[in-house]
């Protein structure tokens, strides 16, 4: 028979047990998430699609408005802007943030200092001085990083296998995002050993794409995931295509708007992964002992219609290796 001193002390371990989604749908709590993004309105098929967030956070005992409410704020591509919005958030208040982006975890670690934050693909959060290491973040920011070093020279060595008599490859890159060094380094490494010469074409401003992508003209060009880039990613693919400029690109949605080829993991990985960065922050877990994740699988999507545009003939081994190609 079960005395009361028993009876308590089960049903006490039992709400120890009790998972904490589930303990703040029954009391009513509603945790505030906030949600930085580097653009000023949701695009259809955009990055800033939270569907696999909410998937991942739904697998997870989180229903939305039940026991969260995601708090978004579409901040552009302005540091300023995307820190002040960031502070906004944090006054809200929210539990944490999430940050897709070097150039918008920098701002959202600055604007709300103190505050979780969980990066969306982060470039080198190492050497942004985001983290102390992957394993060990140390600090109030994880989440998921970008690709390493080895991803970074493919899109190289991509590019050599598409046009065989390449000589020069050009990188472009936003001049505000920290990371930069690491992509260009990571590539220039494979370039070498290719006997490719790399050229880094700066931009600050979405008006200096015309003249950085002209520069690229008689070579090839590689284009990274940067919110600035992806937001006007038709007017680079156009650009591309006027000078007649091969290039490799940061994710599929750019070789469905017609460029020719991409490398790096899917969008969708990133959003799952950061559900379970929310739902661990938000069970008590510490950002600073949660380790950094980073994507193991990659996609090669090639766009055959680009290619003829551009003359291109792809080799047949090429193109076997594609896990995807648009006709």
């Given at each position: ?67 969260f409410l995601i708090e978004t704020r579409w901040a552009g591509v302005n540091p300023q802007r ?19 982006g070097t150039t918008t975890i920098r701002a959202a670690r600055d604007g709300a200092p103190g ?12 050497g942004a001085r985001f983290v102390a290491s992957l394993a060990r973040p140390g600090g109030d ?187």
């Open positions: 028979m079960m005395d009361r001193r028993t009876f308590v002390t089960l049903v006490a371990g039992t709400c120890l047990l009790e998972p904490l989604a589930v303990r703040a749908q029954q009391t009513g709590k509603i945790f505030r998430i906030g949600l930085l993004a580097p653009a000023n309105e949701p695009t259809p098929g955009g990055r800033i699609d939270t569907e696999d967030l909410l998937v991942g956070l739904r697998d997870l005992g989180w229903v939305e408005g039940k026991n995307q820190r002040e919005l960031a502070a906004e958030l944090k006054a809200l208040p929210v539990a944490l943030i999430l940050a897709l505050l979780p934050v969980v990066m969306i693909n982060a470039g080198d959060p190492v920011l994880t989440g998921t990083s970008a690709a390493g070093e080895e991803v970074l020279a493919k899109q190289v060595e991509l590019l050599s296998a598409a046009v065989p008599q390449l000589k020069r490859v050009s990188v472009l890159m936003n001049s505000a995002n920290p990371a930069n060094g690491f992509f260009f380094d990571a590539m220039a490494l494979r370039a070498k050993t290719l006997g490719l010469r790399l050229d880094r074409i700066d931009v600050a401003v979405e008006g200096e794409l015309d003249g950085a992508v002209a520069r690229a003209k008689g070579g090839a060009l590689v284009v990274n995931g940067d919110p600035m880039f992806f937001r006007h990613r038709v007017h680079i693919i156009e650009l591309t295509l006027r000078s007649q400029v091969p290039s490799v690109f940061g994710g599929r949605e750019y070789v469905a708007a017609g460029g020719l080829m991409s490398y790096l993991s899917s969008n969708a990985w990133h959003w799952r992964s950061a559900a379970s960065f929310v739902d661990k922050i938000l069970k008590g877990a510490k950002p600073a002992d949660i380790p950094v994740e980073q994507p193991t699988k990659f996609d090669l999507v090639i766009n055959l219609k680009t290619a003829k545009a551009l003359g291109i003939t792809l080799p047949q081994s090429l193109l076997q290796r594609a896990d995807e190609v648009i006709q």
